[in-house]
Nanobody, 115 residues
């Protein structure tokens, strides 16, 4: 069973940057998506960004132009570079992958954007 472990969350001021990482327990073929969701208190989980190959990415409208997702299959890692962070980006960020219709989730890393 695939295990995903996130890291890189923390407290950052508005306008700042963070880089999240998600390490998979095994190599995941690029034909399967990997990506990030987030869940803020009292809100539904929402898709942030996904990637299959590095040329095939998808972003939520709210993060386009600020966040960049990338994937390194050699290191079994997916990254989320987050720039120009806003208070509304505060949430638990969860890494996921979907392999043959089975979803796998990490436990999440908390990102807090506050002055």
């Amino acid at each position: 069973q695939v295990q995903l472990v996130e890291s890189g969350g923390g407290l950052v001021q508005p306008g700042g940057s963070l880089r999240l990482s998600c390490a998979a327990s095994e190599t995941i073929s690029s034909i399967f998506p990997m990506g990030w969701y987030r869940q803020a208190p009292g809100k539904q989980r929402e898709l942030v960004a996904t990637v299959t190959t590095n040329a095939n990415t998808k972003y939520a409208d709210s993060v386009k132009g600020r966040f960049t997702i990338s994937r390194d299959n050699t290191e079994k890692t997916v990254y989320l570079q987050m720039n120009s962070l806003k208070s509304e980006d505060t949430a638990v960020y969860l890494c996921y992958t979907k392999i043959y219709a089975i979803n796998y989730w990490g436990k999440g890393t908390l990102v807090t954007v506050s002055s």
